[in-house]
């Protein structure tokens, strides 16, 4: 529960000033900062390495290892910034775009300043202590959207972007340092480098892969088409990302350590996986739903008819968010037992679909592309889902019998609430967006409660024992 109000919370605040910096801005000044995270990300796994998941992975890490690996992460996180500010000139070329000089030259400080909260934030999520992540994020990301809004409001373009997110993790460093009781000691071992490292060196090559080709289609689309099309894509996907990389976050910073506790029972596991699934299942398919039914609505509500042509979109972008959130659960179940060989494999595999799917769709343009997205992300559930049909035991049958209530329950929800709008005829854009909210709830709470859903249920029970306890 602390992680889901760390995360909704946070990102909630980071929405709410997103339309307001959507409704300052123009489209290809989203576009522009677009062009340069597949650059940004690399450079940010570069100096993470991996080595934050070793040390949540890792039940006896000791303070040697920690002070190592902090000492390697600021080093590489030096080495990052310094290349991504020496290649600004040949990002710039790539797209034809001056103004990138210079952002990417200034984002290139955001590698340094994140790597000197790797270790905290591994050592707080492996004692699943959200409550203080939760403070820290919702003042930095409060903090950093109010100094955006002000800059953008004072004409300073793709540069209060930027801004948002230099002053965000700037003061999240910060409160990392001084709300948590470790420091590094004036110690190096390169042997706790290496036995760590030989976990890492595969979630580093994994996040590696995740990051160029997540961004693979921002790429392929700023250097295809105009700087306002990226900007479209993107506002598309940070909407649908609202629920699921939301989704994503707060089920595996919990399931991951909990999963490592439990490496070596599998029958617990397996237990603790199918849980996490229905659990995440019974909020992600319903808000996706929900959210694809009501685009166009949401769009013109919330950030004006100039955003108009990302509402097409967003809907094909929560069908891929709906398997993405499953997904989470069985690589977080692979990465615990420790076989980060098969979760690397499963990467190059689910990479070679994402190209195949960019070759044969960008000549229908972007809609083409988010369409090769979304069925490559379905295709990916099956793919990531293997281990855990093979390692645990959790059969095809048992996750579709698992997953079925939820799905259904959400599809009739998504047939009323698309029926709301063609029988009812609203014309005003605020009043429909409210009436289908409220039509869409109740439906959902209705099936779930008349089917009894096993997340439902178990909800239920943990509600009333913390009263019993209270």
């Given at each position: 529960?602390?992680?889901?109000?760390?995360?909704?919370?946070?990102?909630?605040?980071?929405?709410?000033?997103?339309?307001?910096?959507?409704?300052?801005?123009?489209?290809?000044?989203?576009?522009?900062?677009?062009?340069i995270?597949?650059f940004?990300?690399?450079?940010?796994?570069?100096?993470?390495c991996?080595?934050?998941?070793?040390?949540?992975?890792?039940?006896?890490?000791?303070?040697l290892?920690?002070?190592?690996?902090?000492?390697?992460?600021?080093?590489?996180?030096?080495?990052?910034?310094?290349?991504?500010?020496?290649?600004?000139?040949?990002?710039?070329?790539?797209?034809?775009?001056?103004?990138?000089?210079?952002?990417?030259?200034?984002?290139?400080?955001?590698?340094?300043?994140?790597?000197?909260?790797?270790?905290?934030?591994?050592?707080?999520?492996?004692?699943?202590?959200?409550?203080?992540?939760?403070?820290?994020?919702?003042?930095?990301?409060?903090?950093?959207?109010?100094?955006?809004?002000?800059?953008?409001?004072?004409?300073?373009g793709?540069?209060?972007?930027?801004?948002?997110?230099?002053?965000?993790d700037?003061l999240?460093?910060v409160?990392?340092?001084?709300?948590?009781?470790?420091r590094?000691?004036?110690?190096?071992?390169?042997?706790?480098?290496?036995?760590?490292?030989?976990?890492?060196?595969?979630?580093?090559?994994?996040?590696?892969?995740?990051?160029?080709?997540?961004?693979?289609?921002?790429?392929t689309?700023?250097?295809?088409?105009?700087?306002?099309?990226?900007?479209?894509?993107?506002?598309?996907s940070?909407?649908?990302?609202?629920?699921?990389?939301?989704?994503?976050?707060?089920?595996?910073?919990?399931?991951?350590?909990?999963?490592?506790?439990?490496?070596?029972?599998?029958?617990?596991?397996?237990?603790?996986?199918?849980?996490?699934?229905?659990?995440?299942?019974?909020?992600?398919?319903?808000?996706?739903?929900?959210?694809?039914?009501?685009?166009?609505?949401?769009?013109?509500?919330?950030?004006?008819?100039?955003?108009?042509?990302?509402?097409?979109?967003?809907?094909?972008?929560?069908?891929?968010?709906?398997?993405?959130v499953?997904?989470?659960?069985?690589?977080?179940?692979?990465?615990?037992?420790?076989?980060s060989?098969?979760?690397?494999?499963l990467?190059?595999?689910?990479?070679?679909?994402?190209?195949?799917?960019?070759?044969?769709?960008?000549?229908?343009?972007?809609?083409?592309?988010?369409?090769?997205?979304a069925?490559?992300?379905?295709?990916?559930?099956?793919?990531?889902?293997?281990?855990?049909?093979?390692?645990?035991?959790?059969?095809w049958?048992?996750?579709?019998?698992?997953?079925?209530?939820?799905?259904?329950?959400?599809?009739?929800?998504?047939?009323?609430?698309?029926?709301?709008?063609?029988?009812?005829?609203?014309?005003?854009?605020?009043?429909?967006?409210?009436?289908?909210?409220?039509?869409?709830?109740?439906?959902?709470?209705?099936?779930?409660?008349?089917?009894?859903?096993?997340a439902?249920?178990?909800?239920?029970?943990?509600?009333?024992?913390?009263?019993?306890?209270?």
């Amino acid at each position: 529960m602390w992680s889901a109000a760390e995360q909704f919370s946070s990102q909630g605040v980071r929405f709410v000033i997103g339309i307001f910096l959507a409704r300052l801005l123009l489209p290809e000044q989203f576009g522009l900062l677009g062009m340069i995270a597949v650059f940004l990300g690399v450079a940010q796994v570069f100096a993470s390495c991996g080595f934050g998941q070793a040390l949540i992975q890792r039940q006896d890490a000791t303070q040697l290892d920690e002070s190592s690996i902090f000492y390697v992460n600021v080093f590489l996180g030096l080495i990052a910034a310094l290349g991504l500010f020496l290649a600004a000139p040949w990002v710039a070329a790539l797209y034809k775009q001056p103004p990138l000089l210079s952002l990417t030259r200034i984002m290139a400080a955001d590698v340094l300043i994140n790597a000197f909260g790797v270790v905290q934030t591994a050592l707080l999520t492996k004692k699943m202590d959200f409550k203080t992540q939760l403070k820290i994020s919702i003042t930095a990301n409060s903090v950093s959207g109010v100094a955006a809004v002000f800059l953008a409001m004072r004409g300073m373009g793709v540069m209060s972007l930027a801004a948002q997110i230099l002053i965000a993790d700037t003061l999240r460093t910060v409160m990392l340092w001084t709300s948590h009781v470790w420091r590094p000691s004036p110690v190096f071992s390169l042997a706790s480098v290496r036995r760590l490292f030989s976990f890492g060196s595969r979630m580093f090559a994994s996040g590696m892969l995740y990051v160029v080709f997540q961004n693979l289609y921002p790429f392929t689309i700023g250097k295809l088409f105009a700087a306002a099309s990226l900007g479209y894509y993107t506002r598309a996907s940070s909407t649908q990302e609202m629920v699921s990389s939301n989704l994503v976050n707060v089920v595996g910073r919990v399931s991951f350590p909990l999963f490592s506790a439990l490496q070596h029972d599998v029958a617990s596991m397996k237990r603790a996986v199918r849980k996490a699934l229905m659990s995440i299942a019974f909020v992600s398919f319903p808000a996706l739903m929900g959210l694809g039914c009501t685009a166009v609505p949401l769009v013109r509500v919330l950030i004006t008819d100039r955003w108009l042509p990302s509402a097409g979109l967003i809907p094909i972008f929560c069908v891929a968010g709906a398997v993405t959130v499953l997904d989470s659960i069985h690589l977080n179940a692979l990465m615990a037992l420790g076989r980060s060989d098969l979760f690397f494999r499963l990467e190059m595999i689910k990479k070679g679909l994402i190209i195949l799917a960019i070759i044969t769709t960008y000549h229908y343009g972007i809609l083409g592309l988010v369409w090769g997205q979304a069925c490559v992300a379905v295709l990916c559930y099956f793919i990531n889902a293997f281990y855990s049909v093979r390692l645990l035991s959790y059969s095809w049958r048992e996750q579709f019998v698992d997953l079925l209530p939820y799905l259904s329950i959400s599809g009739l929800m998504g047939l009323i609430v698309v029926a709301t709008n063609v029988l009812l005829g609203i014309k005003s854009p605020a009043v429909l967006l409210c009436v289908q909210i409220a039509l869409g709830g109740v439906a959902y709470a209705t099936g779930s409660v008349l089917l009894r859903v096993s997340a439902l249920v178990d909800t239920w029970k943990l509600v009333q024992e913390r009263m019993v306890l209270s």
